[in-house]
């Protein structure tokens, strides 16, 4: 069961219209790193978990993001201002003028439609975390380079209050991923030698030696 309340999870607001920049700020609503494949994506990969405490992670996170994208359209909403104007646009999509009436709708800044392609599910908990760490660290890299293009101060508070989030849940997973390291496709295949070879095929010189496979883990973000 989901319950919507009305306040957001954080008060956003703008200094001034800027629908240049909403159209950026469209990418983090339907585009492939954006809020709303992140909330379908744990979701999706949650229904399979027998592990009820890490089941229970990835849908606080998935509701989380569902939060995060409403708090991204109200920003895109405000940035819009009142007034149909595809002139006000110089590059990017124009479809929030000439077709969505200013709506932030499931798009991304090209104006590309979000697709379930976006969606990563193996159920493997293995690979889902794994795949889940470097989503919010993809994450994190979008709204990093939306932070540096933009001057608005309130816009500015909002995406940063996003990123250290997105940093959040890349943490969480990480640790869950150390509670589960030893099973799934971690333990289904025996290590053979094969594993243990580098083609060196780079020349000159030799950056790295043969590996030797071990565990894949993280350390505590908290010591």
């Known amino acids: 069961m989901f319950k919507h309340e009305k306040q957001l999870l954080q008060e956003v607001k703008v200094e001034?219209?800027?629908p240049q920049y909403a159209v950026l700020m469209q990418e983090q609503v339907g585009g492939g790193n954006?809020?709303?494949?992140?909330?379908?994506?744990?979701?999706?990969?949650?229904?399979?978990?027998?592990?009820?405490?890490?089941?229970?992670?990835?849908?606080?996170?998935?509701?989380?993001?569902?939060?995060h994208m409403e708090m991204v359209s109200q920003t895109i909403h405000l940035l819009n201002g009142h007034d149909v104007d595809?002139?006000?646009?110089?590059?990017?999509?124009?479809?929030?003028?000439?077709?969505?009436g200013l709506s932030p709708v499931l798009i991304?800044?090209?104006?590309?439609?979000?697709?379930?392609?976006?969606?990563?599910v193996t159920g493997d908990l293995v690979a889902d975390l794994l795949s889940n760490i470097a989503s919010e660290q993809r994450a994190k890299v979008v709204y990093e380079y939306l932070y540096r293009q933009i001057n608005d101060k309130y816009v500015k508070e909002t995406i940063d209050f996003l990123l250290n989030r997105e940093e959040a849940h890349n943490a969480l997973f990480r640790e869950a991923l150390n509670k589960v390291k030893d099973?799934?496709?971690?333990?289904?295949?025996?290590?053979?030698?094969?594993?243990?070879l580098y083609f060196d095929l780079s020349t000159p010189g030799k950056s790295f030696n043969a590996p030797d496979p071990?565990?894949?883990?993280?350390?505590?973000?908290?010591k």
């Not at 595809?86 to 479809?95: L, P, S």
């Not at 991304?108 to 990563?120: E, F, H, K, L, M």
């Not at 099973?183 to 243990?196: A, C, P």
């Open 16 to 18: 001034k219209p800027n």
């Open 183 to 196: 099973t799934g496709s971690n333990k289904d295949f025996g290590v053979t030698e094969d594993s243990k």
């Open 86 to 100: 595809y002139k006000a646009v110089e590059a990017g999509e124009i479809q929030t003028h000439v077709l969505a």
């Open 214 to 222: 071990t565990k894949v883990e993280f350390s505590n973000p908290r």
């Open 34 to 67: 954006g809020e709303l494949k992140a909330a379908l994506q744990y979701l999706s990969q949650s229904f399979r978990i027998k592990d009820q405490q890490i089941k229970d992670l990835f849908l606080d996170i998935a509701a989380e993001e569902l939060s």
């Open 108 to 120: 991304n800044s090209s104006g590309a439609p979000w697709t379930a392609d976006y969606v990563t």
